[in-house]
């Protein structure tokens, strides 16, 4: 049968609009929209309740693909107000003729997917039924009401206003006794409008909230137009900021700063307004307890400084939940309400809503008289409309099943089983955590140009894979519990405001860099995790990264990091210095700094007859970076958790001293560790090589030469070593991008290192002849890795020469992670395995 559409848009938003004009103008194709509103707006259409703006200052809070558009509209407001954007979203529709693809006022009700003839029906309430190849649903994340936990509408002969749906005819609250129920970002906003004209303002909370203020103020006609003529400079590097504005970057942890230095950036940042207390104070604040408490304990503060009454501060001062794990609300005189002579304050979560009455509302230990109740009871968030668009998709499974343990799907923009169906700010999307107008331009440019290839492939569905999807949810899943998040009682973060939804992972809350580095890469790799037409592309490394590793990739993507292969020398020992911040700092012991050679000497515990086993330790840093100072908290926690003794190699670094300086210098630290160790309480007969990376490189080629000098070895611990400058492998291929390690930073750091010398045994471990009679090696590799296949195939070649090799390979970890201690907790599966390999090796070495 012949198909109505190319593609069916649902929804007159931000999201939809922009499909249409992405897919429609752009693209060519013939699209058919549909909203339940009577216009453009969206949430903004039906969100009419006083008060209600953006929370995002409104140059931030636009679309950013027209140049024309953004000179051409001037905001009024810092924050715009409703009737301002829904006013700017109706001037975009209009500069492009937009609504001629609308069916305004018609509601979709089903969404069925044919699976013989490859197509959806959309079905609407005015009975038509519309076919297409592709929907795209942006029906949005805070568009479907909750529905109310209490009973009695039908009872109450007042009138009853939902936010939600507020009228779009003025509506009367002068003099009126007035009930709000709900005290969440809406009816903080709501509220001091509400309490500025009713007689009596009664409002119900159950749960406090950590406000603060949103900073709005008229923006004068002469700033308005230089912003406008100078967005490209005011937005510059708002898609590298984790929440997509460009707000001051944080400083790393609260705990770093004493009581007065954070009063001081709390203060400076609380005046500014909006999201900035949350983005450009501390980047610890939703993953430390204890910073966190230092947030939470300031805004309790800033409560009880603006509320009169000490009873209601304090039932206004949340306690139940970390700051920021509840979407952060923002207020404009809201705590000063509660001041009224004609505002009262009930604490519902300790009396209970139980009904509405025909005069009002009763409450487990009241009643309360009332002309006009306000809803603000929240949203079913992300998942509750696409929910109600009815979906079903292969093979008759619907979406309620396909979701009954909670959401899944693929960078939130598509679910396997719905082939050709989008969401564009769905669930498991970093939409939440990420300016709305930005993420919405992202998404919907991410599904245009994945339409456009699957056409051009001249194939007909995409689909993600299920590995896809399982990979997405783990990461989402093990993201969210890296956070505070799961310590909020009552989160949309995590579905469980909602009675009987089951409370898991609703978000990526990676931040948008991180979001767009692993969207982009999606596509650089063929569209990877998605099927098309039943070819199945493979899920990319950036999907694949243990959750902690995403975090710290997350802090690594902002405007001011430079990668490896960008950076000068000495831009590059600045990145392994600065490294030292992810490791768990290293406990106190005997530390010793030598000259000749230049090494450092740790010595763990008290003082002991029983000889120690010895570690000789190799920095990792390309050969040109690195020091016994970056790595001296690792030094430090290798010691003190294995009892050895570790002398840290100070060996000089290319390209000052290319090769074979540093090997030298490695091979002299060795034999004097082998003819002194004993001083110090050591064993010379349970000596251990050990390196990462180049480091890494450096103990695989000492141990090839103790060997050959007839210095005894007890072992020999590789961590993702530098092998082969000339190594053609899967994972240098696959992994050429890094992360943090790229193969062309690699390769320029084997350049420095050698400096034209010629690639001898010496330099490349792996082109020795015969590796019979090695120590016993533990070899350690990260999956995602360019180096990852060199290190596993010298592995498998030390084994084959009858070498006793250990070897494991660390899914999802990357290249560097043993100096990320303090940051990636999988961290310490490389600790127990040097600790148990060390322990063998000094049983089984050989006493001197």
């Known amino acids: 049968m012949a198909i109505d559409k190319d593609v069916i848009v649902v929804g007159a938003g931000f999201a939809g609009l922009y499909s249409v004009h992405k897919l429609r103008n752009e693209l060519g194709l013939d699209v058919q929209a549909f909203d339940a509103g009577g216009g453009p707006g969206g949430t903004w259409w039906w969100n009419r309740y006083p ?125 009126k006794r007035v009930g709000v129920i709900g005290t969440g970002s809406t009816g903080i906003q709501v509220i001091p409008e509400v309490a500025k004209v009713a007689a009596h303002l009664t409002v119900f909370q159950r749960t406090a909230q950590f406000a603060s203020p949103l900073g709005n103020e008229p923006v004068e006609p002469e700033q308005r137009r230089w912003l406008a003529d100078n967005h490209e400079q005011v937005r510059a590097g708002s898609r590298m900021n984790f929440l997509g504005a460009p707000y001051e970057r944080p400083r790393p942890s609260a705990l770093m700063d004493s009581p007065e230095e954070r009063r001081k950036t709390y203060d400076e940042f609380y005046g500014k307004g909006g999201f900035r207390i949350l983005a450009s104070t501390y980047g610890d604040l939703l993953f430390n307890k204890a910073s966190n408490d230092t947030i939470a304990d300031y805004l309790r503060d800033r409560i009880r400084d603006r509320v009169d009454d000490p009873k209601t501060a304090d039932l206004l001062c949340p306690t139940d939940h ?167 009682a009552s989160t949309w973060y995590m579905g469980d405001n909602i009675v009987g939804k089951p409370r898991v992972a609703y978000v990526f809350p990676g931040g948008a860099p991180l979001y767009r580095a692993i969207t982009d890469q999606i ?65 106190d012991m005997r530390v010793e700094n030598l000259e000749d050679p230049r090494v450092r000497v740790y010595v763990p515990g008290e003082t002991t007859d029983e000889p120690r086993p010895v570690i000789v330790e190799y920095h990792g840093g390309g050969w040109i970076a690195g020091s016994v100072d970056a790595v001296d908290n690792t030094c430090r926690s290798v010691a003190e958790r294995t009892g050895a003794i570790v002398v840290s190699v100070d060996y ?80 240098r291929q696959e992994f050429a991008d890094g992360p943090v390690v790229s193969a062309t930073a690699g390769d320029l750091m084997w350049g420095a290192y050698l400096a034209g010398h010629d690639v001898t045994p010496q330099a490349a471990p792996g082109r020795v002849a015969d590796l019979s009679g090695l120590a016993p090696a533990l070899v350690i590799t990260a999956e995602i890795d360019p180096l990852r296949d060199e290190g596993e195939d010298y592995a498998r070649a030390m084994r084959a020469a009858g070498v006793p090799v250990e070897q494991h390979r660390l899914d999802g970890l990357i290249h560097g992670v043993f100096g990320m201690s303090a940051v990636v907790p999988r961290v310490a599966e490389i600790y127990e395995a040097v600790g148990r390999f060390v322990a063998a090796s000094a049983r089984s070495g050989q006493r001197v």
């Open 322 to 488: 970390p700051y920021g794990t509840k979407r952060a609300p923002f207020e404009t005189g809201y705590f000063e309400v509660y001041n009224r002579d004609n505002v009262e304050l009930v604490d519902v979560s300790s009396s209970p809503i139980e009904r509405l009455t025909e005069t009002g509302l009763k409450t487990a230990t009241g009643e309360y008289e009332l002309d006009i109740v306000i809803l603000a009871t929240g949203f079913d968030v992300f998942t509750g409309p696409l929910m109600r668009l009815g979906i079903v998709g292969r093979d008759g499974l619907t979406l309620e099943e396909r979701w009954a343990d909670g959401p899944r799907g693929y960078t939130g923009l598509q679910m396997h089983g719905f082939p050709n169906l989008f969401v564009v700010a769905g669930p498991l999307s970093a939409t939440a955590l990420y300016n709305n107008a930005l993420s919405i331009e992202d998404h919907v440019d991410w599904i245009h140009g994945a339409i456009r290839h699957v056409r051009e492939q001249g194939a007909t569905t995409i689909e993600p894979t299920v590995e896809a999807e399982q990979a997405w949810g783990e990461l989402c899943s093990g993201l969210v519990d890296l956070t505070l998040l799961p310590q909020a």
């Open 523 to 587: 596509t650089d790799r063929g569209y990877g995790g998605f099927s098309i037409d039943g070819s199945a592309v493979p899920v990319p490394p950036l999907v694949r990264l243990d959750p902690a590793v995403a975090v710290v990739m997350s802090g690594m993507l902002n405007p001011d990091y430079k990668p490896l292969e960008l950076c000068t020398v000495e831009e590059t020992r600045a990145q392994f210095e600065a490294m030292a911040m992810l490791q768990i700092p290293g406990p």
């Open 652 to 731: 000089r670094l290319a390209p000052e001293h290319p090769f074979p300086a540093p090997y030298d210098d490695s091979v002299a630290a060795l034999r004097w560790t082998y003819e002194h160790i004993a001083e110090f309480g050591g064993d010379p007969g349970s000596i251990v090589v050990m390196g990462d990376s180049a480091g890494g490189n450096l103990a695989a080629s000492v141990a090839v030469h103790a060997r050959d000098t007839g210095i005894p070895l007890a072992g020999q611990i590789l961590m993702y070593p530098a092998i082969d400058p000339a190594a053609d492998t899967v994972s």
């Open 51 to 175: 008060g209600a703006r953006c929370d995002f200052e409104s140059i931030h809070y636009q679309y950013s693909f027209s140049d024309e558009v953004q000179r051409d509209w001037e905001w009024t407001e810092r924050f715009a107000g409703q009737p301002e954007i829904l006013r700017y979203l109706e001037f975009v529709a209009e500069k492009y003729d937009l609504l001629r693809s609308f069916r305004f006022r018609t509601r979709v009700i089903s969404v069925v997917w044919d699976d013989e003839g490859q197509f959806w029906t959309v079905s609407t309430d005015d009975g038509a039924s519309t076919t297409a190849r592709y929907v795209v649903s942006g029906a949005g994340s805070l568009s479907a009401a909750k529905h109310l936990e209490f009973t009695g509408l039908e009872d109450f002969r007042g009138q009853v206003l939902r936010t939600n749906e507020w009228p779009a005819e003025p509506v009367d609250l002068t003099g």
